[in-house]
């Protein structure tokens, strides 16, 4: 497939990604939205079905939507480097997309929130307890399972005597989003399990630009944890897979 090609189902992707991802946040966040109150365990549930939504959406471009499944790969000597540029651009692109539709989905509720100003966690993670390195231990541990799953997954294939043998790639996108759901009811209760840079980084922009009522500092400090962790943690996930014996 054409870089221009790649570069278009990425976008898309992400964009539906982002869009899902962050608007379930803001239905649980803010006050006049139905969602509000919902939880922990309704935005973990809505980022896994936004994985599948943009996955699936993105299947021609093999569905990356995330620059550390992209770096994972190209480590992994399935992706040739020449194509990760365009993978992270559209991945970013996409999710500043996504950012902005979520924004519009939720405009009014944006404008009548009784704490405008604690809004930026709609569109990107932050610490419970902050401390950049053990920040960045944790998301480099989310996301090596993400990517060590997704290179160490068996693959459904035939056997000699023609038996299907299925493994986890039979449940398609869905495999992957029941992992999201996973890494985050288990693993994200400290960062908010970003996993992703173009995630973090895309709406991150968003937020710092759109003309949000009151809002918050985009925590520009914090920005470059969720951006390392996750690269880190796809390069040693690409690494483990280079020497076992797959």
């Not at 379930?24 to 109150?37: C, D, F, H, P, R």
């Not at 790639?169 to 985050?184: C, E, H, P, Q, R």
């Not at 209760?189 to 895309?202: E, F, H, M, Q, S």
């Not at 996750?230 to 996930?237: E, F």
């Amino acid at each position: 497939m054409g870089s221009g090609s790649i570069f278009v189902w990425e976008v898309l992707g992400t964009a539906v990604l982002i869009l899902m991802g962050a608007g379930v946040v803001a239905n649980v966040t803010l006050k006049s939205a139905l969602g509000n109150s919902g939880g922990w365990l309704l935005i973990n549930f809505g980022w896994g079905f936004a994985v599948f939504a943009g996955a699936s959406i993105a299947a021609p471009s093999g569905a990356h939507l995330n620059p550390a499944v992209t770096l994972g790969l190209a480590v992994a000597d399935k992706l040739p480097w020449g194509q990760v540029p365009v993978y992270f651009a559209a991945q970013l692109v996409g999710a500043f997309i996504g950012a902005v539709l979520a924004w519009l989905t939720y405009k009014k509720q944006f404008d009548t929130h009784d704490d405008p100003a604690g809004t930026r966690g709609i569109f990107c993670t932050g610490p419970t307890v902050p401390s950049a390195p053990w920040n960045v231990v944790t998301e480099v541990i989310g996301t090596f399972v993400l990517v060590a799953w997704v290179l160490l997954s068996p693959a459904a294939k035939e056997t000699a005597d023609g038996v299907p043998q299925l493994g986890n790639s039979a449940l398609g996108y869905a495999g992957v989003a029941f992992v999201v759901i996973g890494i985050g009811n288990s693993l994200g209760g400290p960062t908010g399990y970003a996993i992703n840079p173009a995630r973090d980084l895309g709406p991150r922009i968003a937020y710092a630009v759109l003309p949000i009522r009151g809002k918050g500092s985009a925590e520009w400090g914090y920005a470059w944890v969720p951006v390392v962790g996750p690269l880190l943690g796809a390069v040693l996930a690409g690494l483990l897979y280079l020497v076992l014996p797959v």
